[in-house]
């Protein structure tokens, strides 16, 4: 997880320190800083706020077509950002800067907040906030004192993940013409290979992660969150709209229009004008196939290597652990480009045998995802009671046997939610794969974007709507996992468990 950022120091080092001093204090640096800084502190919150309220009113309000809406709210997960920006590009031709990057981060991202919000809401004891309302507290006091308390890991978790792609995403801003420190790292490797200079940047980055990370571990503390029960057997009585549910429902049409509606719109667009000589069966099928297997491979691989990361996260309060879980949001949060170069770097000097091999590829995914397991991983865990645990080790059971019919059984659905989310990024990841894919490699995302970015984006829509409906089927297994990963666990079950 540290060779990245060790390729960043050591090109640092390398450099000299007055020759990165001066490359650090150079006004474009402090531009490329506010940008950077403007994007996450703006989008975050407004996913945040976006994506609880949007969880509340599905789960706890009396809204038509509840069922309905909440596949749609996490639907958005399966259009990449970098397509978004094509439609909205398309659409306004002149749409560009900080609100242009904000407009398309937020729409692309804001069900990462709603997602474990609606999972957690759905989970809490609805005779809790029965209670409240029975003492006078009117919804918004019982959604202020008792709901959004409880959704402190949703809301820190998915905004920690907001605020990595944000500082990592390089497609959508290059289309918007904004300029980030990942952009501008991009340009500077591509246009003049510097080196140095590009790892200056990426120095930058990894200083405003190590903020992001300092704020989400702050912020969650050290509660537990898992009870034991199903607690009430009846479901949450939902509070009535009344003169505000038509706004409500108009506010909802809104959301999917906007994250939806325009994306998959000018997708048809493009095909109807392109027409059938677009459809190259060859290189599609090709490129489809060669998606797959890198978004399966990657996806098992770093689920099942986030497990024990997870584990040393919640179970213990040890230095180590915090450590070995904060280089891996260091890490991700680094922009592709600099990960690929990094393990470029690596495999030439020490591993020359597995230099631009499908192995190398497939590390880069596991580093730059891991985090996208690891916080499904840990709230899973986190709702999993160590009496449970312990029970079964007092009845003779062996660690082992412990964790599989115990641990690993009541973290399934999470587990299963963040290898969904790992697969979606691994289908839709671009800088990478770019530099790291061995010869002859062509996925959906590298299609799309050879296309878009030479303005032929009648060509490039085939590839945006293969993207879309390849991940659209794994998205709603994220919505549906991760609506099950926090939810209440019977009595039966988990005697069951142990």
């Given at each position: ?6 390729y960043v120091v050591s090109e640092l080092i390398s450099a ?284 098992l691989l770093t689920t099942a290597l986030a497990f024990p ?69 840990r709230s899973g865990l986190a709702q999993v009671p160590i ?112």
């Open positions: 997880m540290l060779v990245p950022l060790g000299g320190w007055s020759s990165a001093y001066a490359l650090i204090v150079r006004p474009r640096v402090g531009d490329l800083l506010l940008n950077t800084v403007g994007l996450v502190v703006v989008t975050v919150p407004i996913c945040v706020a976006l994506g609880v309220g949007l969880a509340w009113l599905v789960e706890r309000t009396n809204v038509p077509g509840a069922p309905i809406w909440g596949p749609l709210f996490a639907a958005p997960l399966a259009v990449p950002a970098f397509v978004n920006s094509y439609a909205w590009v398309t659409v306004v031709p002149g749409l560009k800067g900080l609100t242009a990057g904000v407009l398309v981060s937020t729409l692309s991202y804001f069900p990462l907040v709603y997602l474990p919000a609606a999972a957690t809401i759905r989970r809490l004891d609805p005779a809790i906030e029965e209670s409240a309302r029975a003492l006078g507290s009117r919804p918004f006091g019982v959604f202020v004192r008792i709901v959004l308390p409880q959704l402190r890991l949703a809301i820190l978790g998915g905004g920690l993940l907001i605020g990595l792609h944000l500082l990592a995403e390089y497609g959508a801003f290059a289309m918007l013409r904004f300029d980030t420190f990942t952009t501008a790292i991009f340009e500077q490797y591509q246009s003049t290979f510097n080196g140095a200079a590009g790892s200056m940047l990426a120095s930058v980055l990894v200083l405003c992660c190590l903020l992001l990370l300092i704020a989400e571990a702050s912020g969650r503390g050290r509660a537990r969150y898992f009870r034991i029960g199903s607690g009430a057997p009846r479901p949450a009585v939902r509070i009535r709209l009344r003169y505000s549910l038509v706004p409500v429902v108009l506010g909802f049409g809104a959301v999917v229009v906007l994250s939806l509606g325009v994306p998959l719109w000018t997708i048809v667009r493009w095909l109807r004008i392109g027409g059938s000589s677009v459809w190259d069966l060859d290189a599609i099928g090709t490129a489809l196939g060669q998606t797959l297997a890198f978004a399966c491979a990657g996806a990361v997870a584990w040393l996260a919640v179970r213990t309060n040890s230095i180590v652990g915090r450590v070995i879980e904060g280089s891996n949001y260091v890490t991700s949060s680094l922009p592709g480009i600099v990960t690929a170069l990094a393990l470029v770097t690596v495999t030439i000097k020490w591993f020359p045998a597995v230099y631009q091999t499908v192995l190398v590829v497939v590390v880069a995914y596991v580093l730059m995802f891991m985090p996208r397991a690891l916080v499904s991983l009496g449970l645990e312990e029970s079964s080790r007092s009845l003779g059971r062996s660690n082992a046997a412990t964790f599989v019919r115990v641990t690993l059984r009541l973290t399934a659905p999470a587990a299963a939610a963040g290898a969904a989310l790992v697969f979606v990024g691994v289908a839709t990841e671009l800088t990478a794969t770019l530099l790291l894919a061995p010869t002859g490699t062509t996925t959906l995302a590298m299609g799309f974007w050879s296309a878009s970015s030479g303005l032929d984006f009648a060509a490039a829509a085939p590839y945006a709507l293969i993207m879309v409906v390849l991940t659209m089927p794994v998205t709603y297994l994220l919505f549906t996992q991760a609506t099950r990963a926090t939810g209440a666990t019977s009595s039966k079950e988990l005697v069951r468990a142990v």
